[in-house]
């Protein structure tokens, strides 16, 4: 009995947790993932990210960051699944950086631009973003999405591990987006605190709270003294659905 229970007690070996609230929308996303890669393997398609790019150098108005947006929502919602922010969470994210009014930004996962795309469609002409990407085939096509849209003046994309990026990173920022690995949000959040680069009444927007259900990160910033933070609940990335929600922590307000 003891060891049943040791075994249920074991943490998990995902980078993330899995409740009853998330189980149906990780299930949902992992069997579209499956069926893709399989798929892909075969050799019956392009890997997703090389559709979408491709779709867009075909369809896309230039300069059009809204033609572009459309373009990928649309892939994600009749073909397969796409680790966007998507459009209902897009838009919250895009109100928070309205409202934040923050002149410098940092993003920690890029993957196709897309949030990217929304984050530098709502900066004035002196505000910039920093991006940081793990990947570099997503960097590269996350760069030629930007460029179509003609918004890649005021961002700087930077490719490599976060964890090695961010000490190095020199300037304070008001503004943070947080949807990479699930399993370093509070990893590099911490790591930001420890560098100095959020500056007093700093944003952090964190996606996926509820579909991965982040535990370690809510109970940090709904904790310390030096968060304010709420929740807003969502559903997942185009999923109609499964619960998702973002958390929005305000830095020593
Ligand atoms: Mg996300």
């Not at 499956?34 to 019956?44: A, N, R, V």
């Not at 838009?91 to 897309?114: C, F, K, T, W």
């Amino acid at each position: 009995m003891s060891s049943t229970r040791n075994k249920l007690n074991k943490k998990s070996k995902l980078p993330f947790n899995v409740n009853r609230k998330s189980i149906l929308g990780i299930l949902s996303l992992a069997y579209q993932e499956f069926i893709d890669s399989f798929l892909t393997k075969t050799k019956f398609k392009k890997p997703k990210e090389i559709e979408v790019l491709e779709l867009v150098r075909k369809n896309a108005i230039k300069n059009s960051p809204e033609s572009i947006l459309k373009i990928i929502d649309n892939y994600a919602y009749k073909k397969t699944f796409l680790m966007n922010i998507g459009d209902q969470k897009g838009e919250i994210l895009e109100e928070a950086i309205r409202d934040s009014q923050a002149s410098n930004i940092l993003e920690l996962g890029v993957y196709l631009g897309y949030s990217t795309i929304r984050i530098l469609n709502n900066l004035n002409d002196v505000s910039k973003l920093t991006s940081i990407e793990a990947n570099e085939e997503f960097a590269r096509i996350a760069k030629e999405h930007i460029k179509i849209c003609g918004l890649s003046k005021n961002h700087l994309l930077k490719v490599g591990k976060s964890s090695e990026i961010i000490p190095k990173l020199k300037e304070q920022y008001d503004f943070v987006f947080i949807d990479h690995w699930k399993d370093i949000y509070l990893k590099d959040l911490k790591l930001l605190e420890e560098f100095g680069l959020l500056k007093k009444g700093a944003w952090v927007f964190a996606d996926n709270v509820v579909l991965f259900n982040l535990e370690d990160y809510l109970d940090y910033v709904r904790t310390s003294p030096n968060y304010e933070s709420k929740f807003i609940p969502t559903l997942r990335e185009y999923s109609k659905s499964h619960p998702d929600g973002v958390e929005i922590s305000r830095y020593r307000l």
